[in-house]
């Protein structure tokens, strides 16, 4: 009977050590998962991959059994897919068509006297706007794929382009090359947009953050208003700085120069009755069309006032002639030669950049509401191949306006269509009203593009950037500021230099936490997150929180572990217990490595070596491992150190631990 309990434990202790062998076996199995995966696509096949994901959305959707049906189904996917209307057409009904025709005669009524207000903020003739409300709509309603987004010329793309392409052509010496410049700028920057969608290259945009567009947006408001001082005033001379000082000396020493009270009288009338509408509007949403008409009435009575009155012969500034008809072509005014191309493109790349960011954010805002989700890169494509189209047909950058998008979204639009129709009300005014435009006054382009500059200053998205993120709110500051006291291109440098300062800081410098393990859990988190996390004796596990492990930031990370290492060391000397026996490195947030990273590595473990620890590394990712085994890395730590998991690799470093203390 004595020997019984005894038969009993040994019983016991075989099948713990029975499980455990189970357990060594799984996680040895786990290892060869991470150790023996595939290698990853390269630089080729990936740029291959990109372009057909662009092109076949649905590539590897095919069920065709036979050949022919399957090179028809990829070709009319490959149409579908850089020719949206082929899907979405097939199901347009009747029904859609009564809500699209009023949306886009309610938009066109708002696009015809913005269009011609936005042209003369771009330093170009009423027509050109005109213009641009009319083929560039077409194309993106073919090629594009937000259902609400209006297309057409916007201030902020407008006052970029004649801020920056004036230091280089005089407007007024030279209207004609200054106007073939324009269209130059325009062919770069449609090409710049159609080659980030091409080769998705969207996170360019993303350098200018939103923040930044908060900020950016401020600051143009406010430069774009007080530019209307010279149509609202009626001033003939005034500068072509765009800084808020230059503008406010500009404004004031014109004061003493010959200048219209009739002119700011009617413009200042006409610009409250537009704020009255735009309140109302904003109050009563069934009254939407009222804000949205409001412009063209204003042009309407406007225009009458002047004639009945003759108030031209008296100060009064008018439009004058408009030319008429379709877009001519502008393919040979294209100024593709010469030593302004450089300036040229420089300016192109900007414009899509600020044009990219307006419409990508308007068509996302909007697709949001609707619930659906609009593909970055395909806009971009759309919106390239649109502004290259428009720079043969004489049309300035064209973008998504967000006032124009609102009514339309207002308006009640189902599809794309109602670009359409306000795309062909627009050609129907430039053949046969464009005459009666002749007696309009300058003063109410002022006062509609000052109707129309509340909806650009973000207060509250400003206040919200501060309240979340301080370094955010001083991108958005730096933009603001930048537009407002230096220029355009030095507000959007600062935007970008702010917002890349803070992405290389972090990159740089990359959180490191040392982690434990939760009670009752396998998961290991942060302990300064979670402070009750239980910290393994001996066993030192770090999470490095960068996506790159890089020549920026791999010696810091290798010295903050030995600093940390060196620590635990000093900590326990007085003692008899032995310090860290094993570093784990959880790289699950690191997607890449280069050849400073590895050799980081290897000094890292050389320098554990040393200590008597062993490097372990958990959960490492593709492009990771693969440079790794490359690198022979694996080989010199030993296959046994590679793990899946966090837990995993602190179980087997408790086991080596036990296993070296029992042969001590």
């Excluded at 979405?88 to 913005?114: E, V």
């Excluded at 206040?463 to 001083?474: C, P, S």
Aim: glycine share 8%; aromatic share 8%.
């Amino acid at each position: 009977m004595g020997s019984q309990p005894i038969q009993t434990f040994s019983v016991e202790e075989q099948r713990r050590r029975h499980l455990n062998m189970e357990d060594a076996t799984g996680q040895l199995e786990m290892a060869q998962w991470v150790l023996n995966s595939p290698d990853p696509p390269g630089l080729l096949q990936e740029l291959g991959s990109s372009v057909r994901e662009i092109i076949f959305p649905h590539g590897k959707k095919h069920t065709s059994s036979t050949a022919r049906p399957k090179q028809q189904s990829r070709a009319m996917e490959f149409l579908q897919g850089v020719f949206p209307i082929l899907r979405w057409g097939r199901d347009y009904k009747a029904s859609m068509f009564k809500n699209d025709l009023m949306a886009g005669l309610t938009l066109a009524s708002l696009s015809i006297p913005q269009s011609i207000g936005y042209a003369n903020l771009a330093k170009l003739d009423p027509q050109y706007g005109l213009y641009t409300s009319v083929i560039p709509p077409l194309i993106y309603a073919i090629m594009g794929s937000s259902r609400e987004i209006a297309i057409g010329p916007v201030a902020v793309v407008s006052m970029l382009l004649s801020s920056m392409i004036g230091k280089i052509q005089d407007p007024l010496a030279d209207p004609v090359a200054y106007r073939n410049f324009v269209f130059t700028v325009t062919l770069f920057a449609g090409t710049f947009q159609a080659i980030f969608g091409l080769f998705r290259l969207g996170f360019l945009v993303d350098f200018l953050s939103h923040a930044s567009t908060v900020g950016f947006m401020g600051g143009a408001a406010i430069v774009i208003g007080l530019q209307q001082l010279k149509g609202l005033l009626g001033i003939s001379h005034f500068t072509t700085k765009t800084d808020v000082v230059s503008v406010l000396h500009s404004a004031f020493t014109s004061i003493d120069h010959p200048w219209s009270p009739l002119n700011f009288v009617l413009g200042c009338s006409f610009l409250i009755f537009l704020l009255i509408a735009r309140f109302i509007g904003r109050r009563n949403k069934k009254l939407f069309w009222f804000p949205a008409i409001a412009p063209l009435v204003s042009v309407i009575l406007s225009t009458l006032i002047v004639f009945l009155t003759k108030a031209d012969k008296h100060g009064v500034k008018i439009v004058r002639h408009v030319k008429g008809g379709l877009n001519r072509s502008s393919v040979h005014d294209l100024q593709l030669s010469g030593p302004q191309v450089g300036q040229a493109a420089k300016i192109g790349l900007i414009s899509a950049i600020v044009a990219l960011t307006e419409a990508i954010a308007v068509g996302r805002s909007f697709a949001s509401i609707k619930g659906y989700h609009i593909d970055g890169n395909k806009e971009m494509l759309a919106l390239g191949f649109m502004n290259i189209a428009g720079s043969l047909s004489s049309c300035y950058v064209a973008t998504g306006s967000f006032s124009r998008t609102a009514v339309n979204f207002s308006a009640g639009c189902q599809t794309l269509v109602s670009n359409i129709v306000m795309s062909i009300t627009v050609l129907v005014s430039l053949e046969v009203f464009t005459r009666l435009l002749y007696y309009t006054p300058t003063a109410i382009l002022a006062s509609i593009i000052l109707s129309a500059l509340p909806g650009l200053v973000d207060i509250r998205g400003a206040y919200y950037i501060w309240k979340v993120d301080k370094l955010d709110f001083i991108a958005c500051i730096g933009a603001f500021f930048g537009v407002l006291f230096a220029s355009v291109e030095i507000g959007l440098l600062a935007a970008v230099t702010i917002s890349f300062a803070r992405i290389l800081l972090n990159t740089i410098r990359p959180g490191i936490e040392a982690l434990g393990r939760l009670p009752r859990a396998d998961v290991y988190c942060d302990m300064n997150q979670y402070p009750m996390a239980i910290k393994t004796p001996g066993i030192l596990a770090v999470r490095i929180n960068s996506a790159l492990l890089c020549f920026a930031n791999a010696n810091f990370i290798r010295e903050r572990i030995l600093r940390w290492v060196t620590e635990e060391v000093n900590e326990i000397k007085e003692s008899n217990e032995r310090g860290i026996q094993a570093v784990i490195l959880d790289v699950s947030n690191v997607i890449n490595i280069d050849t400073a990273g590895i050799l980081a590595l290897e000094e890292l473990h050389k320098e554990l070596l040393i200590h008597e620890a062993q490097l372990a590394i958990a959960n490492p990712k593709w492009q990771v491992i693969h440079k790794l085994r490359l690198a022979k890395f694996i080989d010199r730590i030993g296959r046994g150190w590679i793990f899946l998991t966090v837990s995993e690799a602190v179980d087997a470093c408790v086991s080596s631990k036990l296993t070296a203390l029992a042969n001590c």
